[in-house]
């Protein structure tokens, strides 16, 4: 302030001085007032330079001035370098707030008051089958036609989220979306969505499950109440009750495999998938499960039928690395399987052999009634049968290829099942190249260990439920 009067000051004086010198008194005088205009007109321009700059400073270069225009021009070029630095620190927090709602496995879309889309981002776009460019400040509810939606949105009551069906959603293979409107700040709204698919169908399974095991478990149930209580009314003569007994025997040991098998499927389920440190010589494995197939052949078609051919072919001599009880279960149970649906007089053909691309393959072919293209897909699914008496007849759960196709997996193989109907089956357990090795001796760690005491390998030989007599 202070420069800027001295300043105004020298130019008066400049004036006077030069006026004086120029025609005396009246001369000062009008230097005076010349000096004066000069410096306001200076001023002026000064000032003018300083406003014109800050009408559009992003346009123009920022005046370099002294005196006090210059500070004025100077506190303004850092305020505003200081705003333009926390916008830039907005708009970034703004796009790394968005592009993690862009990451979010779920949709998320702001809706205006009014309903019109202001934002979303990809899995919304997915889920609703919005498009960025088209969709943006369109209604809602015009996008959204679902009547499902349509009512929820127009109800205003968001406490709850609503189930859609989800864009592209068949019979066959149904999407299930769920929805919620969540009310925020001055009446707008943020749409939320979830694929539920999976866990709908997890939960249907779970239901299915429990059903089919209930009923599972309710038919021998029924049947062994009926017999205790004839047992109990009547008096039988001991013959009779011998019988009765026997059936009875028959459908506790129904109940007892599938316990043992839910029992197997749970704990394949719930353990960590086998190693590498436990290893089973093949020649062994498949001697076990071909020993358990002839006994249930003989048990089930006993003389005077045909006896059926269950035949081992040459196994490569390699040793397996993964669970040696899994395995034995697994090869056990579509053993057992030909033997059960193969009729008397039949052939079952157990190979081993190293396959072209490195795996191996333990595979069980059958000349059985063979199954139909539709049921194929769906056989290694709990509870499903093709030819459901026949399976129940002779000691069937229904979960045998669910375990073998389970540790198949657990071993990073695979289950592989073709079949003709009419003419037989072929149930093919494939393991990857890393899974096995040459054997070792006996006694070099390639032995396989005996089970224990109690522990089933499968639901095949010995342990398996005899044929039960029709009730
Ligand atoms: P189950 O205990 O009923 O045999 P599985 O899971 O082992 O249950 O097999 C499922 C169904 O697949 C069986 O009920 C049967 O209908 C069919 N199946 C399995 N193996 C054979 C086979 N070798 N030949 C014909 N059908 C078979």
């Known amino acids: ?45 000064r000032g003018s330079r300083v406003i ?64 019109y889309i202001e934002w979303f981002n990809q899995t919304a776009a997915k889920d609703f089958g919005l498009d960025p460019q088209r969709d943006l400040g369109q209604q809602i509810g015009n996008l959204v036609r679902d009547p499902v939606f349509a009512g929820y949105y127009a109800g205003r009551d968001y406490g709850h989220e609503v189930l859609l069906a989800g864009r592209g959603s068949t019979p066959q293979r149904p999407v299930q979306l769920s929805v919620q409107l969540h009310p925020y700040g001055d009446g707008r709204l943020l749409l939320l969505s979830r694929d539920v698919t999976a866990l709908a169908q997890a939960e249907a399974m779970r239901r299915d499950f429990v059903a089919n095991v209930s009923h ?21 003569d001991p013959t009779e009750r011998e019988r009765y007994l026997g059936l009875m025997a028959a459908q506790a040991e129904r109940m007892q495999t599938l316990v043992q098998d839910l029992l197997t499927l749970s704990r394949l389920e719930g353990s960590p998938p086998p190693g590498f440190s436990e290893w089973i010589a093949a020649e062994e494995l498949c001697s076990l499960c071909v020993d358990e197939g002839r006994a249930l052949s003989v048990l089930l078609w006993p003389e005077p039928a045909a006896p059926q051919q269950v035949r081992l072919h040459a196994v490569p001599a390699i040793s397996l690395a993964g669970s040696s009880s899994e395995l034995r279960s697994a090869l056990s149970n579509l053993v057992s399987n030909a033997v059960r649906y193969t009729p008397a007089g039949g052939q079952i053909d157990i190979t081993a052999e190293i396959l072209s691309d490195g795996r191996v393959e ?100 010995p342990a398996r439920q005899p044929p039960q007599p029709r009730t």
């Open 1 to 45: 302030m202070f420069r800027r009067l001295s300043s105004f000051l020298l130019v008066l004086l400049a004036g006077a001085g030069i006026g004086w010198l120029a025609s005396g008194l009246a001369g000062a005088l009008a230097g005076v007032i010349a000096g004066a205009m000069v410096w306001f007109f200076t001023d002026l321009a």
């Open 362 to 461: 333990f595979a069980v072919t059958d000349t059985g009634p063979g199954i139909a293209p539709e049921h194929l897909p769906r056989l290694s699914e709990r509870f499903y049968r093709v030819d459901r008496s026949r399976s129940r007849e002779s000691g069937g759960t229904g979960l045998g290829l669910a375990i073998a196709k389970h540790v198949a997996q657990r071993h990073d193989g695979e289950l592989i099942m073709t079949s003709v109907l009419g003419q037989g089956s072929r149930f093919a357990l494939v393991l990857p190249a890393n899974r096995f090795r040459p054997a070792v001796a006996v006694g070099q760690g390639g032995a396989m260990r005996a089970p224990r005491t109690g522990e089933r390998s499968g639901r095949s030989g």
């Open 216 to 236: 599972e478990i309710r038919t021998p149930l029924t049947v062994l109440s009926g017999f205790i209580e004839t047992l109990q009314s009547l008096e039988l």
């Open 52 to 115: 014109l700059w800050l009408r559009d400073p992003q346009a123009r270069e920022a005046p370099t001035l002294w005196g006090l225009w210059g500070e004025a021009a100077d506190r303004s070029r850092r305020l505003l370098r200081a705003r333009d630095q926390q916008l830039i620190e907005s708009e970034a927090r703004l796009q790394a707030f968005l592009a993690a709602i862009q990451a979010s496995p779920n949709g998320v879309a702001i809706l205006d008051r009014q309903g």
